[in-house]
């Protein structure tokens, strides 16, 4: 990190990624995500961790619906997209998404975007960072996805955007389908079709299956299942002679642009660790991808203490107004609508009465006169006069 008086700036050569399905787990995503705050810039995760963390107000229940979510982190921001988040996992239809990418915050200044409008769908999340280089705005796409290996519901997806799809400059997941492509010494293998159809569709989109230093470490790690195809280390059932022995494999896979792969500074490796994968039956794949060039300078969005009482008073008008216009809400469809006009309200106003600063390294301005005669006397007293 080095200061300077025009800004503060930090050498993003690199985005360090992890991808990593955490079986459903709260407690290994919030691990994750506590542990590794310091060691990645985004992590993608397959099958997160959901639970019921509050109740919000509801207009068919009195007592509130609980809202599920996943978990959060001071340092990360997750990217989901718009979904009831009121219902219940072991509801029929369940809309929660089974990826989910976080960015780290220190990535706000690249302003990173959940591209809904090029895919929407539970099994596969487009995540775009946008770098200002020059005159011209350079994009970094990462894709997260998760594969059922009973529907194939993502492959299927990605296909369906026929000449829509986009080009992509990453892309990892859980994917479910073994191939020798990626695991030679497959004990079980897919129909050739899948494998064929997930490296046809990558193709598409400019990727191509990147192989990682340690090509034949399993990703997902041996285990053992009951009668009703159920982990025993879920059931915690002892094990019994009509149990089933399941090999580990290669399922967790990572596709690349070509000018990724061939870079010097790209790196690609498998956790062959045990205690890596916490209480997952899969290894992380940890991912160091090239990104700037250059030096990148920070700017944040200040509000001048000025300008404060004009922020609130158009604040205070407008949500007076909008109380005026909606006096009774009835439906679930005009509360959203209240709700989403608030957020509009505020985010206008902020952007009405802030504006663009770089950092320049010294922070806010506490030093004082009583600091300069403090550190004068100290100094005098640590080298006396005449003292060398």
Known sequence: MNSTTKGQKHAFRTLRILSFNV??????TTSVLGQYANHYDII???EPGWRGVRKQPSTRNPEGDTAYSPPLNESWTPHTPVFDATKNVMEPVDERPRVLTYTHKRLDI?????????????????????????????????????????????????????NRIPLIDICAGNFNIHNRTWNENAAHLDPIIWGDRLKDVMNEMGLEYTIPDN??????????????????????????????????SIIDLVFTSEEI???????LHVCENDADRMASDHFPIQITIPFSKDDVVYYVTKLDPENEEDYEGEIGDKLGNLAEERESINLR?????????????????????????KVTGKGKSWWSKECTRA???????QNPKGKC
Request: glycine content about 2%; cysteine-free; overall charge negative.
């Open 261 to 267: 792969s061939l870079s010097e500074l790209f790196k």
């Open 333 to 357: 469809e005009e509360l959203e609508d209240v709700v989403e006009e608030t957020s509009r309200i505020f985010e206008k106003a902020w952007s009405n009465w802030t504006e663009e600063v």
């Open 110 to 162: 690249f302003n990173p975007k959940l591209r809904t409008d090029i895919i929407k769908h539970r099994d596969i999340s487009l995540v775009t960072l946008y770098l200002k280089q020059g005159d011209h705005i350079k994009t970094m796409d990462i894709m997260n996805v998760y594969n059922d290996g009973r529907t194939r519901e993502a492959v299927t997806a990605l296909e369906s955007l026929d």
């Open 44 to 46: 993608l995760f397959q």
């Open 375 to 381: 550190f004068n006397n100290l100094r005098d007293e």
């Open 23 to 28: 079986g459903r787990s709260w407690e290994t």
């Open 215 to 248: 090509p034949n470490q399993p990703t997902r790690a041996p285990r053992t299942i009951d009668e009703d195809n159920i982990p025993l280390s879920i059931t915690t059932r002892t094990r019994h002679n009509d149990d089933t022995e399941i090999p580990p």
